[in-house]
């Protein structure tokens, strides 16, 4: 349903649709006071018990993804192609995820070492067509593994995204799924406009931090990892050597507080600047990612003032900090095949492929370290973005199934975006053909996918 129909059947149906669900108006518990029903569990947590409310129906559509990082952007394209009607939800007020919002701008593993030990692109499919988009508006550097402009990066995506027909709703965030059994029948959303529910066909998770499948009630691990925040830095190109008292950056290296210039960005005299930031942090603990986030901007901030008093540097400025906090791992589901390291490291083939990520770093595999060039590219099956109880839901980008030895790999944007393209993919095949997305035809998948210019391996 588009929007416009939506407030016309919202206006025809007095402002309450039910659409079969379940749903009253909690007026006999609002003139209680809500607070007698107080309780507390072992932990000493208090409830409080929410009245039943009708809620609207926002929308209905056949696939419905939440979150538009680069899992989600490529997913959402990739149903829409397919000729499924997609929605798109996401919280924040553009896409990318954090490849933009975050600024975390270097799209790694585009490439892999093949068995014939040369390194090819492996990224194709919508992956590609990104960076060629990136390309002809000069938002891109470097042949392999680019780094972007993160506003031509959200202008490159929407721009797709619109064009592909995709219904896209910023500013709103997924909060609860309406379950039947083991189905999404929908995903209730807030926003401004107040709460309501889509309902949805086939649902993708792709909210980096599997919130759909732990509302949903499926299997996932949470897994904790060091947390940072990114910032740009202008005017690097007017950094004055000839300054007395001048320090080569590598020299400012070691001082308290470590300070850093970071590294080049397509946009002339600004350089995104990675933190490492702390170790085995729970990404989904709201009071803690508010304490990283107040943490992170005052290091950023004592640095930068730091850095603005050495001499040669009194022009730098502080460009930004990152919108979205740089989460790089949380809920990993447990889906219906765990990827592992060991297929990865072994040329590991799938009948289910739907696509192939490269390298990026060095990695350990049976105890030694393997370096980027000589790390092999790796098949991704579909199994591995399918729950392992819900029917009608898939999983894409940072937190699709795989095992902890992998994450460094599998986290990686190439690999974001080629899940998304598998997950959307695979979400029209199973409209198209009415069938659970578990029980879609793999040579079906595999026959768009490689139409979708997907390079299988
Ligand atoms: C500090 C840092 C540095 C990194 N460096 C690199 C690098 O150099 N190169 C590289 O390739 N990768 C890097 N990564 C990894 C990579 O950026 C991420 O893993 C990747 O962006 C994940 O993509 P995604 O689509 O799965 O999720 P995300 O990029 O996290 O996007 C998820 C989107 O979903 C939205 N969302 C979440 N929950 C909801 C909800 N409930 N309702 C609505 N919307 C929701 C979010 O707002 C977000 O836009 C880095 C990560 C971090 C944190």
């Known amino acids: 349903m588009k929007r416009r129909d939506f407030f016309t059947n919202a206006i025809l149906a007095g402002g309450g649709i039910t659409l079969g669900i379940q749903c009253k108006r909690g007026t006999e518990s609002q003139e209680q006071n809500p607070l007698e029903s107080v309780t507390s569990d072992l932990s000493n947590t208090k409830f409080v018990t929410e009245p039943q409310r009708e809620i609207p129906v926002f929308a209905e559509t056949d696939v419905l993804v939440i979150g538009g990082g680069p899992a989600g952007t490529t997913a959402a394209i990739a149903a829409s192609r ?27 593993s585009t490439h892999g070492l093949d068995k014939n030990n040369r390194q090819i692109q492996v990224m194709y499919g919508l992956g590609n067509e990104i960076w060629q988009e990136l390309r002809k508006v000069g938002g891109s550097i470097y ?76 299997n996932y691990i949470n897994l904790k990892g060091n947390i940072g925040l990114v910032h740009r830095l202008g005017n690097i190109d007017k950094i004055d050597s000839s300054k007395p008292g001048f320090v080569r950056f590598d020299k400012l290296l070691g001082r308290e507080g470590k300070i850093s210039i970071g590294r080049e960005t397509p946009v002339p005299g600004v350089n995104w600047n990675n933190m490492h930031g702390i170790d085995d942090q729970d990404g989904t603990d709201a009071l803690n990612l508010s304490d990283l986030q107040i943490t992170f901007r005052q290091k950023i901030w004592d640095n930068f003032q730091a850095l603005k008093k050495t001499p040669g540097y009194e022009s730098v400025f502080l460009l930004d900090t990152a919108s979205q906090l740089g989460v790089r791992v949380s809920r990993v589901l447990e889906g219906q095949y765990k990827l592992t390291l060991k297929d990865t490291m072994t040329y590991r083939r799938f009948d289910d492929v739907i696509g192939v990520s490269g390298a990026w770093t060095t990695i350990l595999f049976n105890g030694k ?70 029980d879609i035809d793999i040579g079906g998948l595999k026959k768009e996918l490689t139409n979708q210019d997907v390079y299988l391996g």
């Open 82 to 108: 397919t000729g499924a009607d997609t929605w798109l939800i996401e919280r924040y007020n553009h896409l990318g995820g954090l490849w933009t919002g975050g600024i975390v701008l270097p799209l790694y």
């Open 143 to 218: 042949e392999v593994d680019p780094v972007i402009d993160p506003e031509a990066g959200k202008y490159v995506m929407e721009k797709m995204v619109v064009t592909s027909g995709v219904q896209v709703l910023y500013h709103t965030i997924a909060t609860n799924v309406l379950m039947d059994g083991n189905i999404i029948r929908g995903v209730f959303i807030e926003n401004k406009s107040g709460r309501s529910v889509i309902l949805a066909k086939v649902v993708i998770d792709c909210t980096g931090d599997g919130d759909i499948f732990h509302l949903a009630g499926d």
């Open 369 to 438: 370290r393997i370096p980027k060039q000589k790390r092999p590219l790796w098949q991704i099956p579909y199994r591995s973005l399918v729950p392992q109880k819900t029917d009608n839901l898939l999983v894409a980008g940072r937190c699709f199934c795989f095992e902890q030895e992998l994450l460094e790999d599998a986290r990686i944007i190439a690999t974001c975006l080629i899940t998304g393209q598998g997950a959307g993919v695979a979400a029209g095949l199973s409209i198209r053909d009415r069938t659970r997305p578990r």
